[in-house]
Each structure stands twice: as C-alpha cells, then as structure tokens.
C-alpha cells in the first residue's frame, strides 16, 4: 500500500513537473508583445556569430521572451547550426518558432564571392545567377561609363537581395578604396599611378597562376613596357574575343592580328584600361614587382611558369612546354 502511495506520489510530481515545464514552453515561445502596430526592425547576425550570442540579442531586443524557451524551441525543431548570417525584418508580435523559420530561411541579404580575374560580365552572370535583379546590359552601362572595370574588388560580401546594380558597384567600389588606403605609401614609391599598377594587375591576374610567379611576370610586364617593347599577352587578345559563352578562349594565330588597342602584340604600352579585376595580392605584387634578368615568360599546361632572357630561349620553351 505504501509502495503504491509513493508510486502516485511520483507521478503525480511528474506530472506535475512536465505540466509546469510544459506551461513554462509555451509561455516562452508565445509573441513578447501582444500589440498589432509594432513595428517590423531589422535584425543582423553576423557571418560565424554562436547561437548563444544570436539568442541573447534576441532576448536583448526585445523579440524573445526566453532565451532557453526558444534555444530549446531551436534543439526540438532541428534547427541548431541552421541560422543564417545576414539581415532579417522581425518583431516582437512574432512568436519564437515565426521567429526561428525567419532566421533559417529569411535573410534579407545573399553571401557572394567574386573570385579574382573575373571580368565586369562575369561578375553580373553570377549576381543574376545568384538571384539578384541586375539587368546585365545596365550593369555594364554604369562599369563601361565609369571605367571601373578593374576596381571591382574580389571578395567575399554580405549584400542585400534587392540591392541595385548601383548599390552593388558602391559596395565593391568602396571595398576597393579601402583595401587601396593601406598600399597608398607603397604606390606613391612605385612610380607608377593607381591606374597602370592596375591594368598591369589585371594582366598579371591572368597570366601567372601561381602566387610566387605574381612578382617575377610583373617585373617582365614593367621592363617591357619602359623598354617600349610590345607585352604580347594573350589574356588581352581573350579579352577582345571573349563572348558569353566562353569569356576566356584560346587565342588562335589569326586572333593576334585583331584591331583593337587592347592587343598588346600589334600595339606596344599597355591597354587602355584593366581587362578584369584583380585581387589584391596581384596588385600588391606590381606594385613590388621583381626585377630579373628575364624578358620573356611562358605558362605551360599545368600553369607552371618557364623564363627566359632571350627570344631564342624563349622559343625553346615554347617547343619544350607547348
């Protein structure tokens, strides 16, 4: 009989306790206010931000009623490690599981990286691509009248979903002047301004595959140039027949006699301006460019890199390793 008492004894302060937690839920989860006209604020999560710091924002401003409500809300919906980095509307009217589908599916902002060496075009494919409304004729209007083709910079952006093609050139265009400030001093002892150091850049960017080579090919890219000989890269003759469907093809013999300033083997100096955006060890390494010996440069099939100091060498290496 005892025994039995204390078996109801136990379950009735089990129950009682699973009731209590259970109110104790869906109190935590439910709306923290209750009043129609809140209104909706922006929420931000930064890139790699714990869970336990978003949950004490949450709590902090005022979206959340608890933070362990809604962290259980989180383990018990399976959501743990799915909350997204960007910008989310939210508010207080929402309960807590409103709030965590918003964070796991609803970001307001799309993460992008642009990789080094893209062209202006190839960039706007990949912004349309990764669903943003950019009219691509537009975009390049505004790089093509503002000559920013080359100072676009690679990165890795954190950018609003109905961001304009202008808001988005802002933001790349800014993230460029602010990598820039830093190497202004060394720009300045170069002699060399802003623009040559990144056309120069945006040569080298597709010429040398390898990061150790960067210095060595702009080296022979600055003496050329100074000496008035003729760069002769193929990357600037792609840039000219480059289309859609393959903005970097191979340069046939009969490609070298196209007419454009932008052939650096009919036209000595160098192109009117970049042939695509270059990233900022590329620039960095014009600007400390590596003088040598070597006047000629060729990348073979596995992008390794074969110097020489004379044409006859240079012509060797060709047979050699192409």
């Known amino acids: 009989m005892k025994k039995f008492k204390f078996l109801l004894f136990c379950c009735f302060v089990v129950l009682s306790l699973a009731g209590i937690a259970g109110f104790w839920f869906n109190w935590g989860t439910k709306p923290k206010s209750n009043i129609k006209d809140q209104k909706v604020k922006i929420f931000v999560i930064q890139k790699g931000e714990a869970t336990d710091s978003i949950v004490k924002k949450l709590h902090k401003d005022g979206f959340i009623r608890s933070s362990s409500a809604f962290k259980l809300l989180l383990y018990k919906e399976g959501l743990i490690g799915k909350i997204q980095a960007g910008d989310f509307r ?149 840039y000219i027949i480059g289309k859609e469907e393959n903005w970097w093809p191979k340069v046939k013999k009969t490609d070298l006699k196209v007419d454009s300033s932008y052939n650096t083997y009919l036209y000595p100096g160098l192109p009117p301006a970049p042939i695509c955006n270059p990233g900022f060890s590329t620039i960095k390494a014009v600007i400390d460019s590596q003088q040598s010996e070597y006047w000629y440069y060729l990348s073979d099939k596995q992008g390794q890199m074969h110097y020489a100091e004379t044409l006859e060498e240079h012509n060797q290496n060709i047979q050699k390793y192409l």
């Open 90 to 238: 939210l508010s207080s009217t929402m309960n807590a599981q409103k709030i965590a589908q918003e964070l796991t599916h609803g970001t307001l902002d799309s993460w992008i990286t642009l990789i080094e060496g893209w062209r202006s075009e190839e960039i706007g494919s990949y912004l349309v691509n990764q669903g943003f409304d950019i009219d691509i004729n537009y975009w390049l209007s505004i790089i093509n009248h503002s000559n920013f083709e080359g100072f676009l910079f690679p990165d890795t952006y954190l950018i609003p979903k109905e961001a304009s093609a202008e808001a988005v050139i802002k933001i790349l265009r800014d993230n460029f002047d602010q990598k820039i400030e830093a190497l202004v001093p060394s720009i300045q002892k170069s002699n060399l301004d802003l623009k040559e150091i990144v056309i120069l850049a945006s040569i080298v960017e597709r010429e040398a595959k390898h990061e150790e080579d960067l210095s060595v090919v702009a080296g022979i890219l600055i003496k050329r140039w100074r000496n008035d000989w003729p760069l002769q890269v193929d990357v600037s003759v792609q």
